[in-house]
């Protein structure tokens, strides 16, 4: 059993991105969805996502603080696609936040105020859906280094699937110019990394990328991608008892399949009995 895992986890390493939305389509129908904070893979995400299927549903996390220059481009990107991007906010106005937690939280304790703004309506949202499509890559930051194209997302409990894992900075700017993609502007003034006004500035030749995300703080996620180890669930993969069922959701409970080597798998929840991505 170990060495089909092994052998399954290789194969769908070697999927391309269109392979992975396509099968992600087929298993997950209306319960996934594509969560995209509009950076330059994400524009990307959506490009290929949208030549695999021409309807399906994305939404991003408006914190209130976004740059004008990133609304502009969400307006561009429902116009050229002909799509409506749902737009999921806090649960506080910034008013709101303002008078529960002080003024300019986010200079004083950054994390919670990504917690607030961000982590606690995307919860809600996955709380909803069975598997969720993200946009990371494994070069961007150590907390997404290990990050596999279809993984148990332990932290929200559903499947994520991160069809552009292996690319690098280069390929997403390939990709960009040459289907002559829309992006952001401040890509171009020096913000390679963008999140919310009051904590992105632009970097410095030789700086990393993400050297204007949260400055002078010690971090360098917003907590969207970081695990959270003592949660315990983690995916169990099982062959399926059926070879006929093929790469769809099945009625069993807390149970999802994907067709690869010629078997139908079970991609289930199950307790937490080590480190183990997989078990």
Not at 91 to 107: I, M
Not at 216 to 231: A, D, M, R, V, W
Request: charged letters at 25%; one cysteine or more.
């Amino acid at each position: 059993m170990k060495e089909g895992v092994e052998r399954l986890r290789q194969l769908v390493e070697q999927w391309s991105p269109e392979d992975l939305l396509r099968w992600a389509f087929v298993t997950f129908g209306g319960y996934v969805e594509i969560a995209s904070g509009f950076g330059p893979e994400g524009v990307v995400l959506i490009d290929i996502a949208r030549k695999v299927q021409p309807a399906f549903r994305i939404f991003t996390l408006d914190t209130d603080f976004l740059f004008p220059e990133t609304y502009r481009l969400m307006e561009q990107i429902e116009k050229r696609y002909e799509m409506k991007v749902e737009k999921l906010t806090s649960a506080l106005t910034p008013e709101d936040q303002e008078r529960s937690y002080g003024p300019a939280l986010w200079g004083r304790d950054p994390d919670a105020c990504c917690n607030l703004r961000k982590v606690e309506p995307l919860r809600k949202k996955l709380s909803e859906l069975r598997a969720w499509v993200t946009s990371i890559r494994r070069e961007q930051t150590p907390a997404r280094a290990g990050a596999l194209k279809v993984e148990w997302d332990a932290k929200f409990h559903l499947v994520k699937i991160n069809p552009l894992a292996d690319w690098t900075t280069g390929k997403v700017w390939r990709y960009i110019h040459d289907h002559d993609l829309p992006y952001n502007a401040l890509h171009d003034r020096g913000y390679p990394s963008i999140g919310c006004t009051h904590c992105t500035r632009s970097v410095q030749p030789g700086e990393d990328a993400r050297a204007g995300r949260w400055s002078g703080f010690n971090k360098t996620e917003c907590g969207l991608h970081t695990s959270e180890q003592p949660s315990g669930l983690i995916a169990t993969i099982e062959p399926a008892p059926s070879q006929s069922t093929g790469a769809r959701c099945l009625p069993w409970p807390n149970k999802r399949t994907l067709q690869a080597g010629g078997t139908t798998w079970f991609i289930s929840a199950t307790q937490r009995t080590s480190g183990s991505r997989w078990r």
